[in-house]
T-cell receptor
Framework: LAKTTQPISMDSYEGQEVNITCSHNNIATNDYITWYQQFPSQGPRFIIQ???TKVTNEVASLFIPADRKSSTLSLPRVSLSDTAVYYC??????????????FGKGTKLSVIP | DTAVSQTPKYLVTQMGNDKSIKCEQN?????MYWYKQDSKKFLKIMFSYNNKELIINETVPNRFSPKSPDKAHLNLHINSLELGDSAVYFCASSQVAGTGQSTFGSGTRLTVV
């Protein structure tokens, strides 16, 4: 399973754009890059997923360079409610419809008023 | 309308007891998982079931036994509870042949005293 490395914590002011970068040097050809958000006392929540280039949804954008050895989650104009832990992970297809996620330590984002 | 629901939310029990955590999903997903999040917030997969069949069984003590009566339910039974079993346990589900977009429950905080 590919290992991921991301900053332990980040601070940002409200209204700013936040970019969280994750490195995954040994990502496999079939691996997707997925980001989850976790609030205290809640389960992780899927944010965005990509394989290469750029993916955008209503919540965030995900930038993946051609070599796929890193990825950047971009949160536009963060608010206090975006304070959470963000996990970057690459998964492995375990067969029979099962996809194994390996969570790292995550990045604790603190949004400051 | 909860997509993945776990019961109970909190569980406090003595060492040596046997306890169960129930999980149900109403998303029509074929694959369900159990994850464990320890005190350091590391989230690690324990089991994966696809259509009631065990797919992944990570290095977990055999005191932990998952039971899947149907594809919408995946219960976790733990025998002879130990202090080290104290953690938050998350149930999750994903679509067949999914690519990592799992939906997590809100967790069960197990405290063994």
């Amino acid at each position: 399973l590919a290992k991921t490395t991301q900053p332990i914590s980040m601070d940002s002011y409200e209204g700013q754009e936040v970019n969280i970068t994750c490195s995954h040097n040994n990502i496999a050809t079939n691996d997707y890059i997925t980001w989850y958000q976790q609030f205290p006392s809640q389960g992780p929540r899927f944010i965005i997923q990509g394989y290469k280039t750029k993916v955008t949804n209503e919540v965030a954008s995900l930038f993946i360079p051609a070599d796929r050895k890193s990825s950047t989650l971009s949160l536009p104009r963060v608010s206090l409610s975006d304070t959470a832990v963000y996990y970057c992970l690459v998964g492995e297809d375990s067969g029979a419809g099962s996809y194994q996620l390996t969570f790292g330590k995550g990045t604790k984002l603190s949004v400051i008023p | 309308d909860t997509a993945v629901s776990q019961t109970p939310k909190y569980l406090v029990t003595q060492m040596g007891n046997d306890k169960s955590i129930k999980c149900e999903q109403n998303l029509g997903h074929d694959t369900m998982y159990w994850y464990k999040q320890d005190s350091k917030k590391f989230l690690k997969i324990m089991f994966s079931y696809n259509n009631k069949e065990l797919i992944i069984n990570e290095t977990v003590p055999n005191r932990f036994s998952p039971k899947s009566p149907d594809k919408a339910h995946l219960n976790l039974h733990i025998n002879s509870l130990e202090l080290g079993d104290s953690a938050v346990y998350f149930c999750a589900s994903s679509q067949v042949a999914g690519t990592g977009q799992s939906t997590f429950g809100s967790g069960t905080r197990l405290t063994v005293v």
